[in-house]
């Protein structure tokens, strides 16, 4: 594995960001992480540093153990950098980092360390840009993906939920009034929009998540819904789409 903390470090620096984020150390350990997986054959994909056993840094820290945003252990350096890298790889994971598929999996890991490089480019507006809560570095990937026209293959705007999604289950977004530390996932947005693919709202990956018989193809009008899944063709698409803010029915 090539090292890109330092990368990550120099990356923040040479846009004028504060050494050491109140938020997280740097992305340098999810840059790392997120690359050097595709194709990987390492016995534990999510020790972060295999080669050094000491350091014992992971990119799977469970929210459960107080791995979470507002957790005990989001102390900022490199504890948050954990929670940090979590979320990221999550994300990674979700967009293709676990198809099995190795061509997938490189175009997912491209894309996502490309907003990561891109949202630090757009934090400095001035010689100190301090970052203390994640939900502004969100915001900057969200802005990094509905910004994108095109990569390689990939069009922009695809990632913006997935990427809310990957820091709501590392404990960001909790609702007004949940305790504190964090210890659970936080909460969907007030109003989602959704078809439902079997994942139950969640964004886990899925190979074929348009498999499903919430879209279906009819060659003349009807309201009538099927009991499985339709093949395509000169017909009429028709979609049950439903609106809810319930954490297990969330779906794009």
């Given at each position: 594995m090539r090292k890109y903390p330092p990368f990550g470090a120099l990356t923040r620096h040479s846009r004028g960001c504060r050494r050491r984020p109140r938020a997280a150390h740097s992305a340098g350990d999810s840059i790392g992480a997120v690359l050097n997986d595709p194709g990987t054959r390492a016995p534990d994909r999510f020790v972060t540093f295999p080669w050094i056993s000491?350091?014992?840094r992971r990119h799977d820290?469970?929210?459960t153990g107080g791995w979470?945003?507002?957790g005990v252990n989001d102390t900022g350096g490199?504890?948050?950098e954990q929670i940090l890298s979590t979320s990221h790889f999550r994300a990674y994971r979700s967009t293709g980092g676990d198809s099995p598929g190795l061509a997938m999996q490189q175009n997912a890991a491209r894309y996502i360390v490309y907003l990561i490089i891109r949202g630090i480019g757009s934090l400095a507006t001035t010689p100190i840009t301090p970052t203390p809560n994640p939900t502004v570095w969100v915001t900057a990937?969200?802005?990094a993906d509905i910004g994108t026209a095109m990569l390689d293959d990939q069009p922009g705007g695809c990632c913006v939920k997935v990427i809310r999604w990957a820091f709501e289950q590392q404990g960001l977004f909790q609702p007004p009034g949940a305790p504190v530390?964090?210890?659970t996932p936080g909460a969907p947005p007030p109003v989602d929009v959704y078809i439902d693919d079997g994942r139950g709202g969640q964004y886990t990956y899925a190979e074929q998540f348009w498999r499903t018989?919430?879209?279906w193809n009819r060659h003349a009008p009807t309201e009538e819904r099927p009991t499985k899944r339709q093949s395509s063709g000169n017909s009429i698409?028709?979609?049950?789409?439903s609106t809810t803010a319930a954490p297990s029915q969330r779906r794009a």
């Open positions: 000491p350091i014992g820290v469970p929210v979470a945003w507002g490199y504890n948050s990937l969200q802005n530390p964090v210890v018989t919430e879209v698409t028709r979609t049950c789409a």
